[in-house]
């Protein structure tokens, strides 16, 4: 499987900035996600970040809160924009690969004070 | 859309044992049924898969089963071990890739 890394692993931040989250793959993917996974909680997606078209995004997510770049078939970000304490999560991308097959990023733990 | 109902939420079981964990689906169009464990502080990792034309899928110590007419699956541990315990994850898939996860179970295997 494709080798993801994101960066930052985590950081704390203050309410009322932004934070942009990197997704490098090593190899070219058809598709990538961003997900949020709230502790203790399952995963909820995002957003399906399209290479050289604005993002897909799920149902209770919007552009203005949380816009995502992608590109290129390597690499995607996602910033958290005008963070509150309830945007503290993980947030996680992922690739989709072999048609049904996707695999997750280490994950960024962000934390607002 | 898709839900998917998974129990139970915690499973505690004694090394060696076995550990069931199940799930239903509500969309009859489903066809894609990944597994993943989550280890603490880790990223969910793939670690068994199952597509609608296929009704057992074994590899190693796990197994996963699906009944389509029940619209119900589950993923099942032999011999169990602590590097086993974790948070499993199932999902139910319709549309290309995008899947829908179920609540997670946590397994906790005592030595």
Known sequence: ?113 | GENVEQHPSTLSVQEGDSAVIKCTYSDSASNYFPWYKQELGKRPQLIIDIRSNVGEKKDQRIAVTLNKTAKHFSLHITETQPEDSAVYFCAARVRSYIPTFGRGTSLIVHP
């Open chain 1, 1 to 113: 499987s494709a080798v993801i890394s994101q960066k930052p692993s985590r950081d704390i931040c203050q309410r009322g900035t932004s934070l942009t989250i990197q997704c490098q793959v090593d190899s070219q993917v058809t598709m990538m996600f961003w997900y949020r996974q709230q502790p203790g909680q399952s995963l909820t997606l995002i957003a399906t970040a399209n290479q050289g078209s604005e993002a897909t995004y799920e149902s209770g997510f919007v552009i203005d809160k949380f816009p995502i770049s992608r590109p290129n078939l390597t690499f995607s970000t996602l910033t958290v924009s005008n963070m509150s304490p309830e945007d503290s999560s993980i947030y996680l991308c992922s690739v989709g690969q072999d048609s049904d097959k996707q695999y997750f990023g280490p994950g960024t733990r962000l934390t607002v004070t």
